[in-house]
């Protein structure tokens, strides 16, 4: 597109198998009337997004789970809002860079995260890059956790990075809010 922006459209077409053993369930919650029997699935999803980026700024919007696959795992009333299936999800992000001075640029960054029938997710964060060598930067998922992270270009093909999240509350009933640790290994082939 002019001055070097490009439109992007992307598809994702996924296999995914689900497995519960109500058994196993029950030994660590206990019997759960929710939970209608043990099953193994293999379901096919698909997801579509669209996004801007020019040299100073991108923005973009996704779906996923467009199929919403039954999973059929619940064993409640018969009325469709109490059905078991992977709902939507629909996000829309955005980022902004701006060059500090000849070699530093700092990015700032949201997410926005809809699901029906589940209050609205929001992280933001920023990243400063120096030298387009090595990056660093902290977010904030809101309700959740913040993370600070850290990495290397080497030979401008190799890309080296660290996060640490910190955890504000539990992520399930088996994590006492233990924080993460994540690596990032990248290749980029092409220019």
Do not use: C
Not at 41 to 66: C, E, H, P, R
């Amino acid at each position: 597109m002019k001055d070097g922006a490009r439109l992007s459209f992307g598809i994702d077409v996924r296999a995914q198998q689900f497995s519960i053993d109500r058994e196993k369930l029950a030994q660590t919650l206990g019997s759960d009337p929710a939970i209608g029997s043990s099953d193994n699935k293999f379901n096919f999803d698909a997801g579509f997004g669209i996004s801007y980026t020019s040299k100073k700024f991108q923005v973009g919007v996704s779906a996923s789970q467009l199929i919403q696959s039954k999973l059929n795992y619940y064993n409640g009333s018969l009325t469709p809002a109490e059905e078991g299936r992977l709902y939507r999800h629909y996000y829309l992000h955005g980022l902004y860079h701006l060059n500090v001075d000849e070699v530093t640029v700092i990015t700032p960054n949201f997410l926005m995260i809809y699901l029906p029938n589940a209050p609205m997710e929001f992280q933001g964060g920023v990243r400063v890059e120096h030298n387009q060598l090595f990056w660093w930067g902290v977010s904030y998922r809101a309700r959740q956790s913040f993370s600070l992270s850290a990495g290397v270009t080497l030979s401008k093909k190799f890309v080296i990075g660290y996060s640490f999240d910190i955890y504000k509350t539990p992520v399930s009933v088996y994590d006492a809010g233990s924080n993460a640790h994540e690596v990032l290994l990248r290749y980029n082939f092409l220019k």
